[in-house]
């Protein structure tokens, strides 16, 4: 069982020394959540709110996903990088593949996508991306991203995608794995046939290892039962190590959790984290890993 925390609605400037402090206590990783902007004027409805508008105020920090991840992997030795989720079909293919590409080299290997189609059209328009056509395009994306990931003369000919002979440099040393995240059956359908694992929100136990053996039942039906296949979720349930066994068991393979979650922080500045990361390394994770 892997341990991953996040970055989502921290104070920017604690990121950096959070991903150090996660370092030094033997956590596996860190995600990044992917929002661009909040408009004015924001018509495109969040799903599963009922007003439709998001949980978050319009001044809530989302640094920059590639950014933030470049930054930890140059203060950290071990710890790993991923997302929950990044909109790739929102981005040119050529871009995504460079950010990507150009992190996964310099963090040594430790990032993994992982990509969504999202809900806001208005950031789809903003960047000049089509927003109707966003899933199929995610479908040529993923493999189109690990043709140009190849290094040497690589290029991509596709229905929405069209890359002439090039070389894009610096690329990975080892394949990068992607990832998908959403629950919608598309989604779900798209990771087993497509990425390397699933990513996934919020769920009670019961929730979560339902979600897993869907997807254990797409793998086997697109011929990769006996594949590698991260599932990632988050666990509604309070935290105890036979709670995250028991998800171990089921197939889930890593968690993201929030050490700090019901802890009273005050306001030490980012030092307040300090003993609910290590209290959590010391009584959860130590006691789950074999």
């Known amino acids: 069982m892997q341990f991953w925390s996040g970055t989502a609605f921290l104070p920017t400037a604690d990121i950096l020394p959070l991903a150090r402090m996660f370092d030094d206590a033997g956590y596996d990783g860190v995600v990044c959540s992917d929002h661009l902007i909040y408009p004015r004027e924001l018509l495109s409805p969040y799903p599963d709110s009922p007003t439709g508008k998001p949980m978050w105020a319009p001044e809530t920090a989302w640094p920059d996903t590639w950014v933030t991840i470049g930054a930890m992997a140059a203060v950290t030795e071990r710890l790993r990088f991923s997302n929950a989720v990044y909109i790739a079909p929102a981005r040119p293919l050529l871009e995504v ?18 990509v969504g189609v999202g809900w806001m059209r208005e950031e789809y328009e903003l960047l000049g991306q089509d927003f109707g056509t966003r899933g ?7 493999p189109a991203l690990r043709a140009l990931w190849r290094g040497g003369w690589v290029s991509w000919d596709g229905e929405h995608y069209r890359v002439p ?13 992607i990832l998908c995240g959403g629950e919608s059956e598309a989604a779900l359908r ?4 497509l990425c390397d694992g699933w990513v996934g929100y919020a769920y009670t136990l019961d929730v979560a290892v ?16 006996g594949d590698r296949f991260e599932i990632m979720v988050a666990l509604l349930d309070p935290p105890t190590p036979d709670l995250y066994k028991r998800a171990a068991d089921a197939g889930i393979t890593a968690v993201m959790c929030s050490p700090w979650a019901g802890h009273d922080l005050g306001d030490g500045g980012v030092e307040r984290y300090r003993a609910p990361i290590e209290r959590f390394a010391q009584d959860i994770i130590a006691k789950v890993r074999p």
């Open 97 to 114: 593949a460079k950010q990507v590409a150009t992190a996964s080299v310099l963090s040594g290997g430790r990032v993994s996508l992982a």
């Open 136 to 142: 199929k395009r995610l479908d040529e994306m993923i």
């Open 165 to 177: 002979e090039l070389m894009l440099e610096p690329h990975p040393e080892a394949p990068v794995p």
């Open 190 to 193: 798209r990771a087993a046939r």
């Open 210 to 225: 339902g979600y897993a053996e869907r997807l254990h039942r797409l793998l086997r039906e697109y011929g990769r039962d």
